[in-house]
């Protein structure tokens, strides 16, 4: 664990997680897509080969978001929808592709090494445990539910519920009053720079960074995310 603070020093009040990256090992996550590429050519018998259906399925939820203006919401769900659309050829209900979607996650969704283990542990002390997280609010407690976490976070703060995305200050605003915390006293751990950990100090948190970029807004390091309880001085 590198720092450029002493974590002693600090009367911590709240942790908050990123999910992608950080929670949720990302691998997985692409797994899950290519596994529920090949459920949509089966399910619909399409004469289309896997890595195609994938590259189609990547491409149009790419373009979706980066249509998106700025910091604002775009809902991964609505992302689903027109790539489901753009691989089968034609709109499918929700209520057929969704079931297919999930199903898919929950069998293929894995948690970081350490990440689960860390969060309850802290759910053990007085600290308020929380989530900051560009994603559709019931995507991240189907996540959650996957990982026997669905009663660990005291608040999550997702960009569906905010209307915006980090590093917009409102995501981190609303996650600190949720938290009744100080910034200075709330540590935000993150995997992309820009995004988790500058948002989140020029917020005024402090910030761990697992697997992003060094910079300035980097306080705390971690390549194992059990050292989150040796910077809030909890006994592992």
């Known amino acids: 664990m590198g720092d450029c603070h002493e974590s002693g020093d600090t009367d911590w009040q709240a942790v908050f997680w990123d999910i992608g990256g950080v929670l949720l090992d990302v691998d997985s996550a692409r797994d899950s897509h290519r596994r529920f590429a090949e459920t949509l050519v089966e399910t619909y018998d399409l004469s289309l080969p896997i890595d195609e259906a994938l590259e189609t399925w990547r491409s149009e939820v790419g373009r979706h978001f980066h249509e998106r203006e700025g910091t604002e919401f775009r809902s991964s769900r ?40 860390t969060v309850e542990r802290l759910g053990e002390t007085d600290l308020h445990v929380g989530v900051v997280s560009d994603i559709d609010t019931a995507e991240a ?49 993150g995997d992309r ?10 917020a005024g948190l402090a910030t761990v960074a697992y697997g992003a970029e060094n910079g300035p807004a980097v306080d705390y390091r971690v390549t194992d995310l059990r050292e989150i309880l040796d910077i809030v001085g909890v006994d592992r």
């Open 141 to 189: 407690r189907l996540i959650f539910d996957t990982f026997g976490l669905a009663d660990a976070f005291d608040s999550v703060t997702t960009s569906e519920s905010v209307g915006w995305t980090k590093p917009d200050p409102a995501m981190f605003e609303a996650a600190l009053a949720a938290a009744d915390a100080s910034p200075e006293t709330a540590l935000m751990v």
């Open 78 to 117: 609505v992302a689903y929808e027109q790539a489901v659309a753009a691989v089968v050829g034609e709109s499918v209900p929700t209520d057929e592709w969704e079931p297919l979607f999930y199903r898919v996650q929950r069998e293929t969704l894995r948690p970081n090494p350490g990440a689960v283990e």
């Open 193 to 202: 720079y820009e995004h988790d950990i500058a948002g989140a100090a020029d």
